[in-house]
């Protein structure tokens, strides 16, 4: 059975299945028979949100009682289960229990499996992307109905596998599969945590200055480039200027610009490759903060004219095309940089486009060059 299934006149005869031993009051069997559909379904639908929803509508002890069913199989799987009934290995099983168990008691008993939950979230907090092929952002969600918010590594982790969407050479792997889940991208908005995320100069740097400069700081961090935007639109720019004003126009470019000059460091906090990468990621830009970074440079161009503007735009650009890790460090931000000099305008920025028309290998960065220089 494919990881995602859409069966969904399956889901609805398997939820009607927990529903009908549920009220027969047979809680054993059930176990079993919600686990069969977790391991038939594929790792990505599980038990499916509907039954998901219909067994956390049980009562209260029911509830408990199954969860604590799974608990205890989750401990004693070897003894529990065998290939043969659910035609999956161990692992794979110990996964669904714990998802399956979490979910059932959120918003009731936080502490069951907690230990387990949180051994399983730490293990991302190292990742560059999350490739489990489960729900992992499940244990998540539990951690944080418990009132217990996971360290802002894990949601580093999480923010830069929903990022994966659009990166090229990861936009049809596991991790942008996860990325495009729409439970993770609901978890997403209700996880709290800094801004960006840490583990890069820059960031770190960006994170510890807004932190003094207060809520214009942040919100002017969080006013990040949209994903798929090439360029600001009117009302982008509309906000951008009011937070700029809010900010200080003349100390966000100081700021920025100390930013910029940090971009083109590796990452502080060394991040777990995967074997199907073939660059370095610690010498790439965080996903994730690579559209604060794009937001950034834009919004550079909306400030008076200063003389050390263009020389930092320029060096964001630079910093972007580094290629050392077998890999341009960010296309997206070296044509973030591009645009802001364009809408710069003037002598000094046409001069650097030339040069660096002249210096870029990589075509479409090449392009946008060529475009912004018959503009002017």
């Not at 100069?201 to 510890?208: G, H, N, S, T, Y």
């Given at each position: 059975?494919?990881?995602?299934?859409?069966?969904?006149?399956?889901?609805?005869?398997?939820?009607?299945?927990?529903?009908?031993?549920?009220?027969?009051?047979?809680?054993?069997?059930?176990?079993?028979?919600?686990?069969?559909?977790?391991?038939?379904?594929?790792?990505?639908?599980?038990?499916?949100?509907?039954?998901?929803?219909?067994?956390?509508?049980?009562?209260?002890?029911?509830?408990?009682?199954?969860?604590?069913?799974?608990?205890?199989?989750?401990?004693?799987?070897?003894?529990?289960?065998?290939?043969?009934?659910?035609?999956?290995?161990?692992?794979?099983?110990?996964a669904e229990l714990l998802l399956v168990a979490s979910g059932v008691?959120?918003?009731?008993?936080?502490?069951?499996?907690?230990?387990?939950?949180?051994?399983?979230?730490?293990?991302?907090?190292?990742?560059?992307?999350?490739?489990?092929?489960?729900?992992?952002?499940?244990?998540?969600?539990?951690?944080?109905?418990?009132?217990?918010?996971?360290?802002?590594?894990?949601?580093?982790?999480?923010?830069?596998?929903?990022?994966?969407?659009?990166?090229?050479?990861?936009?049809?792997?596991?991790?942008?599969?996860?990325?495009?889940?729409?439970?993770?991208?609901?978890?997403?908005?209700?996880?709290?945590?800094?801004?960006?995320?840490?583990?890069?100069?820059?960031?770190?740097?960006?994170?510890?200055?807004?932190?003094?400069?207060?809520?214009?700081?942040?919100?002017?961090?969080?006013?990040?480039?949209?994903?798929?935007?090439?360029?600001?639109?009117?009302?982008?720019?509309?906000?951008?200027?009011?937070?700029?004003?809010?900010?200080?126009?003349?100390?966000?470019?100081?700021?920025?610009?100390?930013?910029?000059?940090?971009?083109?460091?590796?990452?502080?906090?060394?991040?777990?490759?995967?074997?199907?990468?073939?660059?370095?990621?610690?010498?790439?830009?965080?996903?994730?903060?690579?559209?604060?970074?794009?937001?950034?440079?834009?919004?550079?161009?909306?400030?008076?004219?200063?003389?050390?503007?263009?020389?930092?735009?320029v060096g964001l650009v630079e910093a972007a095309l580094d290629n050392?890790?077998?890999?341009?460090?960010?296309?997206?931000?070296?044509?973030?940089?591009?645009?802001?000099?364009?809408?710069?305008?003037?002598?000094?920025?046409?001069?650097?486009?030339?040069?660096?028309?002249?210096?870029?290998?990589?075509?479409?960065?090449?392009?946008?060059?060529?475009?912004?220089?018959?503009?002017?």
């Amino acid at each position: 059975m494919s990881r995602w299934m859409h069966n969904t006149q399956l889901l609805a005869e398997q939820a009607a299945q927990y529903r009908a031993l549920a009220e027969r009051g047979d809680l054993r069997e059930l176990s079993r028979v919600v686990m069969r559909a977790a391991c038939h379904n594929g790792s990505m639908t599980g038990v499916g949100s509907e039954g998901m929803k219909l067994l956390r509508a049980l009562p209260d002890d029911q509830r408990h009682e199954l969860a604590g069913i799974w608990a205890r199989w989750y401990a004693h799987v070897e003894g529990d289960w065998t290939a043969e009934e659910f035609r999956r290995d161990l692992g794979y099983l110990r996964a669904e229990l714990l998802l399956v168990a979490s979910g059932v008691v959120r918003d009731l008993d936080g502490d069951l499996l907690a230990a387990e939950r949180q051994e399983q979230l730490a293990a991302l907090s190292s990742q560059y992307v999350i490739w489990s092929s489960h729900r992992i952002w499940e244990l998540a969600d539990a951690e944080l109905a418990a009132g217990r918010v996971p360290q802002p590594a894990i949601l580093a982790a999480f923010r830069r596998t929903a990022a994966a969407t659009t990166l090229p050479g990861l936009r049809r792997t596991a991790a942008a599969a996860n990325g495009r889940e729409p439970g993770l991208r609901d978890l997403l908005t209700r996880f709290p945590g800094p801004v960006l995320n840490p583990g890069e100069p820059w960031a770190d740097q960006a994170l510890q200055e807004a932190a003094i400069g207060g809520e214009p700081w942040q919100r002017l961090l969080a006013h990040a480039a949209p994903a798929t935007a090439g360029a600001p639109s009117a009302t982008w720019e509309r906000s951008a200027l009011a937070l700029l004003e809010a900010a200080g126009p003349e100390a966000v470019r100081r700021g920025v610009l100390r930013w910029f000059g940090l971009a083109g460091l590796d990452r502080t906090v060394p991040l777990l490759s995967h074997p199907h990468l073939s660059y370095d990621v610690n010498r790439c830009h965080d996903p994730y903060n690579t559209h604060v970074l794009r937001g950034l440079a834009w919004s550079l161009s909306l400030l008076p004219p200063h003389p050390d503007t263009v020389p930092a735009l320029v060096g964001l650009v630079e910093a972007a095309l580094d290629n050392r890790s077998g890999h341009l460090r960010s296309p997206q931000v070296a044509e973030a940089g591009i645009v802001a000099l364009t809408r710069i305008g003037g002598q000094a920025a046409r001069a650097e486009l030339e040069t660096l028309s002249r210096q870029v290998e990589h075509q479409g960065i090449s392009r946008r060059i060529d475009k912004a220089l018959a503009a002017q």
